[in-house]
T-cell receptor
Framework: NAGVTQTPKFQVLKTGQSMTLQCAQD?????MSWYRQDPGMGLRLIHY???????DQGEVPNGYNVSRSTTEDFPLRLLSAAPSQTSVYFC????????????FGDGTRLSIL | KQEVTQIPAALSVPEGENLVLNCSFT??????LQWFRQDPGKGLTSLLL?????REQTSGRLNASLDKSSGRSTLYIAASQPGDSATYLC????????????FGEGTQLTVNP
């Protein structure tokens, strides 16, 4: 049982490049989400999904795209990387139901030059 | 809009001391509150989850309390150890949009041998 797995752990991009951050969970959780963590800003929700085929925007969705074709995977796409997207990205999952705890991956540290 | 504040931002204590970390939130309509630990360069580890109907939760040397009406939670750490050094984050799951967490910025704890 690996929990929530994020890849890659580190990535450096040039401005304008695109890339996909991967997130996979093996706990059969319906709910998955992406957060970014920045100094002085805390963790902020980017996008979330309540099940396969269903996604919605969070607090800071601009410049990011998501899809949820399976229960296990929830990739985050940066369409055209900007220096403002330099951050640490965390994926989280939880079972259905608002009373369930959320489980986080180890994060992807992304630098945009 | 729900806002979560953690005081103090940083705390340094000698080993063996009992300590309290504070978390306050502006909207009392929450499903639950979750305390996390984050080690440098690592992901978030869930410590305790308190449902809105509960007053406290305990796990080992950790005790978390919740006073929903006043918008406050505390995390009590007994007999602190150097291994407790980390950043502690609290997050609330709002009642109006239960599929997301709102985080505080954290308290950075250092326990000195």
């Amino acid at each position: 049982n690996a929990g929530v797995t994020q890849t890659p752990k580190f990535q450096v991009l040039k401005t304008g490049q695109s890339m996909t951050l991967q997130c996979a969970q093996d706990m059969n959780h319906e709910y998955m989400s992406w957060y970014r963590q920045d100094p002085g800003m805390g963790l902020r929700l980017i996008h979330y999904s309540v099940g396969a085929g269903i996604t919605d925007q969070g607090e800071v969705p601009n410049g990011y795209n998501v899809s949820r074709s399976t229960t296990e995977d929830f990739p985050l796409r940066l369409l055209s990387a900007a220096p403002s997207q330099t951050s640490v990205y965390f994926c989280a999952s939880s079972p259905t139901g608002y009373h369930q705890p959320q489980h986080f991956g180890d994060g992807t540290r992304l630098s945009i030059l | 809009k729900q806002e979560v504040t953690q005081i103090p931002a940083a705390l340094s204590v000698p080993e063996g001391e009992n300590l309290v970390l504070n978390c306050s939130f502006t909207d009392s309509a929450i499903y639950n509150l979750q305390w996390f630990r984050q080690d440098p360069g690592k992901g978030l580890t869930s410590l305790l989850l308190i449902q809105s109907s509960q007053r406290e939760q305990t796990s080992g040397r950790l005790n978390a309390s919740l006073d929903k009406s006043s918008g406050r939670s505390t995390l009590y750490i007994a007999a602190s150890q150097p291994g407790d050094s980390a950043t502690y984050l609290c997050a609330v799951r709002p009642g109006t949009s239960g599929s997301r967490l709102t985080f505080g910025e954290g308290t950075q704890l250092t326990v000195n041998p």
